[in-house]
Structure formats: C-alpha cells, structure tokens
C-alpha cells in the first residue's frame, strides 16, 4: 500500500481545517468568510472520509461505509464554492440555479448513503477504488456543473474588473478551479478501468492553497496576524511552560528525600523566587515576540514617527504628500492611498498625491453626499460594495448619491478620512481595500486618523506657507511693475518688461494688449507676446461690439472665458475659434480704466481648460492697474511733446505768416508804387503816339508812321500788363472793387462773340456759342465777367493749332450762372495743372514758347469768379485739349451768396 497514497487526503483535511478556523475566527459576520468557510469545511470532510476509507484497507466493506460518506460529501464543496463566487463576483443572476444544484446535491448524498452511486470497492495497485453505481452521474452533475459555472463567472469579473489586484485574485481562483477539476477527474479513471494513480486530492490541495491565499492576499481575511498571534501565545506560553516545567523538575529532583512538609515549603520558595527572576527575562521575551509577530503595531509606531519628520517640511507639500501616501499604505496595509486637497474655487476636492502608477482622476464635490456624512459624523467612512447588510443601516453607508456611489466602485475606494485643521477639513485622505484582513480593525482606524490629523497640519501649513509667499511675490511683482512703469516711458519697453512678470505671477502662454481707439468702437492689438494666433498678431483690428473684449470695455469689469465659454451664444467669435485651435483654452481679459473710462484691455490666454478663476482675475486687475498708469504717463508725454512740436510750429509759422505777410505787403505796394509810376509816363507816351500817328503836317514817312504804331501797340501791351499787376495786387490785398449791374448775360455774350470773330478767322478757328434763346439777367460786375471770358476765349485761340474748334456755353441755374469754355489745344500735363493758378506761371512747352501772355490771366479770372461766390476748375489732356468751367453767382441781396457779396464790397468801401 502506497503511505503517500493515505497521507495527502489527511493533508488536505489538515490543510483546509487549519485554514476554515482561522478564516473564520477572522471576521465570523462577513457572510463571504462564512460561505469560504464552510467550502473549507466541505474539502476537510472529503480528505478526512477519503483518508479513512484508504487507511481502512484491506477492509473492503469497511472502506465502502466510508466512501459511501465521502461521495455524500464531495458536491457539496463544488456548490459551496459556487455560492461563494456568486456572492463574490456580484452576480445578479443564478439563485434559481444555485437551488437547483443544492437540490441535486442533495438528493446525490442520499443516494450515495443509500449506496447507488457506488456500488462497492474495487482493489488497485495502489489501494481500494470505488464500484461506480447507476446514481454516480447525479455526483458529477452536482459537482462539475457547479465548478464550471464557477470558472465562467470569475472570467466575466475579470475581464470587467477594474481593479489589478482584484484581477489577481480572480486569476488565482481561476487557477485552483482549474487544478481541481484536472485532478478531480483523474480520481474517476480507475473506476473506468484505466491504471493510472488517482490525483484528485493533489488537485483539491492546490484549489485550496491558491484560492486562500488568493482572498487572502487580495481581500479580506488577515490569515497572516491570526497566525502570527497564535505563533506569538504558543511561544511565550511555551518559554513560561519551560521555565517553570524546569523549576518543577529540579524541586522533584532536590526534594525526593525530604519530608512532605519541607518539599511542599521547598518548592513554595523555589516558585517564588522564580516568579520574581522571571519577570525582566519575561519582559525581553515579550519584546522579541512582539517585533517578531506583532509588527504591524510596530509598523505604526514607526509610520507615525516618520510622518512626524515629514509633515515639518512646509516648503514641498507635493513632495510631502507622496511621503504621506507611501507611509499611510505600508502601515495600513491597503491598497493604494491618496490625498484630496481643496480645489481653487473650493468646489471640489481634488487628488494631489496617489501611490498608484497610474494615478487616475480623483474628484469629489465639496457638496456631495460623501463630504456632508463626513462633516456630519466626523468620522472616517469605509465602503465595501460586496457587503449588502449596511446597506439598511443608513449611517454606514458612505454616500447617497449614485454617481459618487459608481466612482467610488470605479475608483476601488474603500475608505475616506477627514483631514481636520483647526476645525476645518483641510484635505482627505482616501484608500483602497485592504490587502489583508476583514476590513479595517480598530487599530487601523486610529492610526489612519492620527495620519490624517498630521497630514491636515501639514497641509494647512503648506497652504499658508504657499499664501505667504504667493503674496510676496505678487508684492514683489507688483512693486517691480511700479518701478518699470515709473522707469521709462517707451510702451514697448514697458509692455515686455510687463509681460515678465505676469507670467511670473499668472499661467499664461499668450499676452495681448488690446488698445480701443478715440472714439471706442475699434479695438487694436498693440502688443502680442507667446503663443501665435493667425490673424490675431500685432497689429489686428476688430470691432469691439460683438467681440469676446465687448463685456470688458461695456461694463468695465474683467471677464474669464473656457474651453467652450457659453453654449447657448451660438458658435465662437473668430479670435476665440482661432486661439481654441492653436490649443489656448482659457481666456481672461482685464480693463485698462483711465479717468471713468476703458482705454484697453489686458489678454491673457492659456492652454490649461479651467487656467482663471476668481483669484487670478482679482490679481490681473490689480496688474492692470499698474499697466493703464504707463499708458497715461506716455500718452500724456506723447502729448506734451506733441503739443510742445505743435506749439513751435505754430511759433514759427506765425513768425513766417507775419514774414510772408510783411513780403506780400511790400509786393504789393512795390507793385502798386510801379504800376503808378510806370502808368503816368506810359499815358503820357501812348498819348504823344497818338499824336503824331494823326500825321496832320504830313512830314512822317510811312516807316515813322509803322514805328509809331510798334509803339502804341507794346505800350497798350504794357498798359494791360499794369493793368493786371494792380488787379493782382488789389485781389492780394482784398480791395479789388466791383461795380455789379442788372444786365442781359445772353446779350453781352454775343457781343463778345462777334468782337472775338476777326481773332478766330485770323487763325480759321470756329467758336460755337451755345446759349439759351431768352434773355438771362443777373446782378454782378458786367465788365469783371467779360474780362474773365475774353481771358479765356483768348487763351482757348493762342493755345489752339489752326482750324480748331471753340465752344462756348452759358447756362443760369437758379440764382447763378454756370460757363464752360472748350478747345482742342496743345493740352496741358497734369504736373502743369497743379500750378496753373500761380502768379506768372506759363507752361513750357514748344507749343507755347512762341505765345505772348503775363502768367496773370488765370489768376485774375479765378480770383473774379471766387469774389462772385462760384468756383473755377479745369481739365486738360495732352493734344486733346482743354476745358475750365465756373459759376457766377447773382449779387442781388436778396440771395445769400448776394448778401455775403454785398457785405463784402462795403467792407472793402469802407
């Protein structure tokens, strides 16, 4: 008979009651640990029947009695387990089933009682095997269905399962399910005829190794401290059991010759003496066995020395915080833990330090359902979705909410402790499930709230330490904005010198200065420093009604803009849609206010979604605010020095006026004094020409009389020239007299027209007269108006080739007249035009060189037409020709224009 054979059904009988005891001793309430248990219980019934009827050879009916309760017993650890797995992994579904198989199960222990599903024992090579009977398929039925099931159940959890070490875990039962059922089926081989050695109990060994210590490792049940306990009471009850099994065996030694009353006092003393030399030794022993078995209250201890020495860094609090999480997880045994700070805004509690790898998004809502139990109570919560019994106990259960409910199942979240500081919840500390034990024991609760209560001191330290020096550095940045401000007046230099520090105190990956313009309705980027947006460089322009920056300049007050600012506005404004592509999602615009007034605004622009909140909008402010001061102190300079420029050149051209005016004043009387003086002697020698033209002696020869001629004609030419000089000088002088009339425009036309007919036949040119058949009478200076259209009829024949056409047309339009004068000359350059309105100046062409003229005609025509309220304008085109046009306007009083005209000329009586 193989001893190995009978020894490894005992050893799993061994194996599986040590372990049912202490499973069960660890937390007996937890409905999980009962159905482990009694699965243990199961596998320890089937090793002690299967080792009883092998050890019961070779007794074949002895052996069949105990297989009879083997087989009775062996469903049962598959259902058990089942049941287990189905608790485990949460499973809605399979209660019907699992009736359905403890019904099999037991109907296959009576029958097996009953002896029809074995039928007797059939001798091997290595002992008795049992006689399958007819009733032995209802055996697998009861028991591989339910293992199988089993398997399918916790591959689905697995594949859905969030967390790694539950994960494990499923894999490890996986592992033992499958070992099991390997081994199991070779236990039925020999039965089937097959001569091969029966492994099922090796199988069940394994399936309860790796499925203790799956649940163990990765769950509930502190299987480690219970042992480490027990190791602890059996070795300091063995060093007393010693010591004093010594003493008795050296008084029996000493005092077998002694009388019954000297042993009795012999021994009395011995005890006592050695009850008191114990103790020290005892005390030593108690320590030993403590740093040996008891380490996780030693671990505390030393945590809580080592969270001491952390929390008095106030500088680093991430750096602290991650020391904090790695301390709290290996002291209580959990599976990660994490810290949750205070948001910004304050809205929401947010993870800052996580021992997990990849630290997953932690946020809670300061008003949630977990955060008000917190307060409320003031104590730690735990949770536990496998246990349903707190459910109806609504102070043990962590939250109300669903959604927090489903993150908290999400996250793997087993407990949650409030950080209080000075009567505040600075903070909170949150963990995973444990990794040994039921759940957490009141040792773990105490240590975990003493960390808590360390970790919110150092917290709220570190917060005030970072507010301290968060204000010295806004002081110290402010201040330093102050002096740049102070320092220069060149916005460039201050703009970038300002840009530094803001971003030394604000997250920003773009800064704009947006300018408005004087009469507020555009808005222009002055300064742009960071990331680029296209289209929205230096430089860039737009309205600021509809814009992102309209709230800013309307109501004065800053605004903040995120990713998706408002929904229910309609698409994004074009400079938000472009700073959203290149990546900037949040927006924060700050006034410049001068003097009750917004002059511009200050951008800025970060990547972060939710980068501005109140705090960073009061702090732009207040850097505005020292920013606007520089624009006003260089726009003011801009001003100054603009004004000082403006005040020179006013300075120097009223010094150039008055020299002007002193010149055109010495022009003119030098003009006037010549005229005069050349007029008299002039008179004096047209006359005497006249004279002696007459020839009444007859003494001048025909070459006298030509000579005479010469000179009454350049002398007429000279007079005209004088005569235009003194018009110049009294137009310049503003004493140019008219003497206005009733008078027929038609009539004295046509007058003009045909005196001007010999002159135009002379170079066969023709001038159309264009007319209105009715008389058109006006109010003006007659002979002014003629003198200004036999300047132009006379320019329109000199400046004109021969056989070319003249047009001239006379309109009245209301209260004035309208003349257009039309030829096909030589044409005039546009560079000419510019100047044909200047005293003396001719144009200098081949064409004109060989005409007579003063460079006056036009400038007295214009200033004649300008003194009746009209205007004079030409257009010219080289070798087409040239046209002027003007208006004459009725002096009548009566007329506005006539009025101005008439309180003109008296001004210039007077």
């Not at 066969?764 to 003198?787: F, G, V």
Request: glycine content about 6%; hydrophobic content about 45%; aromatic content about 8%.
């Amino acid at each position: 008979m193989n001893e190995i054979y009978i020894a490894l059904p005992f050893i799993q009988f061994a194996i599986s009651a040590f372990l049912a005891v202490l499973v069960l001793m660890s937390n007996p309430t937890d409905r999980l640990n009962r159905l482990f248990t009694l699965f243990l219980v199961m596998m320890a019934a089937w090793g002690i029947t299967i080792f009883a009827m092998r050890d019961a050879f070779p007794d074949a009916a002895t052996a069949y009695t105990r297989e009879k309760w083997a087989l009775a017993v062996i469903p049962f650890s598959s259902i058990f387990f089942l049941h287990f797995v189905l608790r485990y992994t949460r499973s809605k579904h399979g209660s019907l089933a699992l009736y359905a198989f403890y019904s099999i199960g037991v109907a296959s222990a009576i029958l097996s009682l009953g002896g029809y599903t074995a039928t007797g024992m059939v001798e091997k090579f290595y002992g008795f095997a049992p006689e399958l009977g007819w009733a032995f398929p209802l055996v697998l039925m009861a028991s591989y269905p339910a293992v199988l099931w089993s398997l399918v159940l916790l591959h689905r959890a697995s594949k859905n399962e969030q967390s790694t070490q539950r994960r494990q875990q499923m894999l490890l039962l996986k592992l033992g399910v499958m070992a099991s059922v390997a081994g199991a089926t070779t236990d039925f081989f020999p039965s089937l005829g097959l001569n091969t050695y029966p492994l099922g109990v090796v199988g069940n060994i394994f399936f309860i190794v790796l499925a203790t210590y799956g649940v163990t490792r990765y769950k509930m049940m502190n299987l480690r401290l219970m042992l480490r306990r027990g190791m602890a009471y059996s070795a300091v009850s063995s060093f007393l059991f010693g010591v004093y099994g010594l003493c008795i065996g050296i008084v029996l030694l000493v005092t077998r010759d002694l009388s019954p009353i000297a042993s009795v006092l012999f021994g009395a003393g011995t005890v006592l003496i050695v009850g008191v030399t114990v103790q020290p030794v005892m005390q030593r022993v108690q320590a030993v066995v403590d740093r040996a078995f008891y380490r996780e209250r030693h671990d505390r201890i030393s945590a809580l020395a080592r969270l001491n020495d952390l929390t008095k860094d106030i500088t680093d609090f991430p750096t602290v915080a991650e020391g904090i999480v790695t301390t709290v997880r290996e002291a209580a045994q959990v599976d990660w833990v994490a810290v949750l700070l205070p948001s910004h805004d304050g809205k929401a509690f947010i993870s800052v330090a996580d021992t997990r790898e990849a630290s997953p998004h932690f946020e809670l809502s300061a008003t949630g359902s977990a955060i008000s139990k917190m307060k409320r109570f003031g104590e730690m919560l735990t949770f536990d979705p496998t246990i349903g019994d707190s459910a109806s106990d609504a102070e043990n259960v962590v939250t109300d909410d669903d959604r927090e409910m489903a993150l908290f199942e999400q996250l793997d979240v087993r407990m949650i402790v409030p950080m209080i500081a000075a009567g505040n919840l600075a903070g909170l500390l949150t963990g995973g499930r444990k990794l040994v034990g039921s759940g957490f024991l009141d040792e773990d609760v105490e240590f975990v709230k003493t960390a808590a209560g360390q970790a919110a001191v150092a917290a709220r330290n570190a917060s005030l330490y970072a507010a301290a020096r968060k204000e010295v550095s806004e002081r110290s940045a402010l201040a330093e904005l102050g002096r740049v401000v102070s320092s220069t007046l060149d916005l460039e230099t201050v703009f970038e010198r300002c840009a530094e520090q803001v971003r030394m105190l604000l997250p920003a990956d773009r800064i704009a200065i947006a300018l408005a313009d004087d009469e507020g309705q555009r808005f222009e980027y002055t300064y742009v420093s960071g990331i680029p947006v296209p289209g929205w460089d230096r430089g860039a322009t737009d309205a600021i009604a509809s814009s992102p920056l309209q709230p800013v300049f309307e109501y004065h007050s800053g605004i903040t803009l995120g990713m998706t600012d408002d929904p229910e506005s309609g698409p994004l404004h074009g400079m938000r849609e472009a700073s959203v592509d290149v990546g900037l999602n949040s927006l924060m615009a700050v006034p410049f206010i001068a003097r009750g007034r917004v002059i511009g605004a200050l951008v800025l622009e970060s990547r972060r979604a939710r980068a501005y909140l109140g705090e960073e909008l009061a702090l732009a402010e207040r850097v505005a605010g020292q920013i606007v001061n520089a624009i006003n102190n260089s726009r003011q300079f801009v001003q100054a020095m603009e004004l000082a420029v403006a005040n020179e050149a006013k300075i120097k051209l009223d010094a150039e006026n008055l020299e002007l005016q002193r010149l055109n004043e010495a022009k003119i009387k030098f003009l006037s004094t010549v005229s005069h003086e050349l007029r008299t002697p002039l008179t004096s020698m047209l006359a005497f020409a006249s004279l002696l033209k007459r020839n009444k002696e007859g003494n001048l020869t025909e070459k006298n009389v030509r000579h005479l001629d010469i000179i009454d004609k350049n002398g007429r030419r000279l007079n005209a020239l004088i005569q235009d000089l003194l018009d110049v000088s009294r137009m310049d002088m503003g004493k140019l007299l008219l003497e206005p009339s009733h008078f027929d425009i038609v009539e004295c036309v046509n007058e003009l027209a045909e005196s001007f007919a010999p002159i135009y036949d002379k170079k066969s040119q023709t001038l159309h007269l264009h007319t209105s058949d009715d008389e058109a009478l006006i109010y003006a200076d007659k002979n002014r108006i003629m003198q200004v259209l036999t300047n132009l009829l006379s320019n329109a024949s000199k400046y004109s080739p021969e056989s070319k056409n003249v047009w001239l047309s006379v309109a009245k339009v209301g209260d004035h007249l309208e003349f257009e004068v039309k030829d096909e000359g030589f044409g005039i350059s546009e560079e000419d035009q510019k100047q044909m309105f200047t005293s003396f100046f001719r144009v200098d062409s081949e064409e004109t060189r060989s005409v007579e003229g003063t460079g006056l005609g036009l400038v007295i025509a214009k200033g004649i037409v300008e003194i009746h309220g009209g205007q004079m304008k030409m257009e010219s085109k080289i070798g087409i020709g040239t046209v002027f046009r003007f208006e004459i306007h009725d002096l009548d009083s009566d007329s506005p224009a006539g009025q101005a005209e008439t309180d003109s000329l008296n001004e210039i009586a007077a």
